[in-house]
C-alpha cells in the first residue's frame, strides 16, 4: 500500500507540472512558444519572480493578484495545479512508481490542457493530439495493457468513428457538428487505451455530456444550440476508463446475464 510521504510526493509532483501546463493551456491556442519567453503577467507584461510562481501557495500569499500591477490572477491557476496534483497522486496510488504510472501521467496531464482550452477556446491544440497519437503508438511496444496492433486499431476505430459520424451528421444537416479535434483526440485517446477503450469513452462521454448539457440548457434557460465542447467529456471518460473501466465494464456483463 502506498505510504503517506510518497503521496504527497506524487502530489507535488503533479502540482509543480500543472504549472507548465498552465503555460501550455494560455500560449498554445495563440501559437506561441511554451519554452519562451519566462512567464510574465498578461496585463502589465512584468516577468513573474520564481517565489511568486510556487504552486498553489503564491497564489494563496497574493491573494490571488500580480504583485506589480495588481491584476486578479485567474483561478485556473491555481485549479490546473490542484487537480494535475490530485490525479497524479490517484495514479501513483493506483500503479505506483512504474511505466504505467509514467504514461499515464503524461496522458492525463495532456487531457487537462486539453480539457481547459476546449472550454475557454473550443479548440484541441494539435500540438497535443497529433504527437499523442504518436507517442500512444509507440509505448504499446513496451506496455502490457494492450499491443501495438490494439493501439493501431484503437487509432483507427477512435478517428474513424467520429469522423463518420460528423460526416453524417454534416450530410443530413448541412452543418459542422464534430471538430476534426475531437476526432484527433479520440485518436490519441485509443492510441494510448487500445481500441477496446473506444465505446467505453464514446458512450460515456455521449452519456455525461447529455446530462451535464440538459441541466445547463435548464438552469441558463437555453435551447440546444447552446455550445458546449464534446472535449472535455471525452478527457473525463477516458480517465473514468483508466480508473474504473474494467469494474464497470465486468458489472454491466453481469448485469445483461441475469
Known amino acids: 500500500m502506498t505510504d503517506i510521504p510518497q503521496l504527497v510526493a506524487a502530489f507535488i509532483f503533479g502540482a509543480v507540472t500543472g504549472s507548465f501546463l498552465n503555460v501550455c493551456i494560455f500560449r ?15 496585463r502589465c507584461g512584468c516577468r513573474i519572480r520564481w517565489y511568486d510562481n510556487i504552486p498553489l501557495l503564491s497564489y494563496l500569499f497574493l491573494m490571488g493578484r ?3 500591477c495588481g491584476d486578479a490572477i485567474s483561478l485556473r491557476y491555481p485549479l490546473v495545479e490542484l487537480l494535475n496534483g490530485l490525479l497524479t497522486a490517484a495514479l501513483f496510488s493506483r500503479f505506483g512508481f512504474s511505466a504505467n504510472f509514467l504514461v499515464f501521467f503524461i496522458f492525463s496531464s495532456s487531457l487537462l490542457v486539453v480539457t481547459f482550452v476546449d472550454l475557454e477556446h473550443q479548440i484541441i491544440p494539435d500540438e497535443i493530439s497529433l504527437p499523442g497519437i504518436l ?6 511496444f513496451f506496455l502490457p495493457w494492450h ?3 490494439g493501439s493501431l486499431f484503437g487509432i483507427l476505430l477512435g478517428g474513424g468513428i467520429l469522423l463518420l459520424v460528423a460526416s453524417v451528421y454534416h450530410k ?4 459542422e457538428g464534430m471538430g476534426g479535434g475531437d476526432i484527433k483526440l479520440l485518436a490519441m485517446m485509443g492510441a494510448f487505451l487500445g481500441w477496446r477503450a473506444v465505446p467505453f469513452i464514446i458512450f460515456a462521454a455521449s452519456l455525461i455530456g447529455s446530462v451535464i448539457g440538459i441541466a445547463l440548457m435548464i438552469i441558463l434557460r437555453k435551447d440546444s444550440r447552446l455550445a458546449i465542447p464534446f472535449g472535455p467529456y471525452l ?3 477516458a480517465m473514468v476508463y483508466i480508473f474504473y473501466g474494467g ?9 445483461g446475464s441475469h
Open 247 to 255: 469494474e464497470i465494464i465486468s458489472w454491466y456483463f453481469r448485469l
Open 235 to 237: 478527457a473525463f471518460a
Open 28 to 42: 498554445l491556442p495563440g501559437g506561441e512558444s511554451v519554452a519562451t519567453p519566462p512567464s510574465r503577467c498578461p
Open 66 to 68: 500580480c504583485r506589480d
Open 147 to 149: 499491443s501495438w496492433l
Open 135 to 140: 507517442l500512444g503508438f509507440v509505448f504499446s
Open 172 to 175: 443530413i444537416t448541412g452543418k
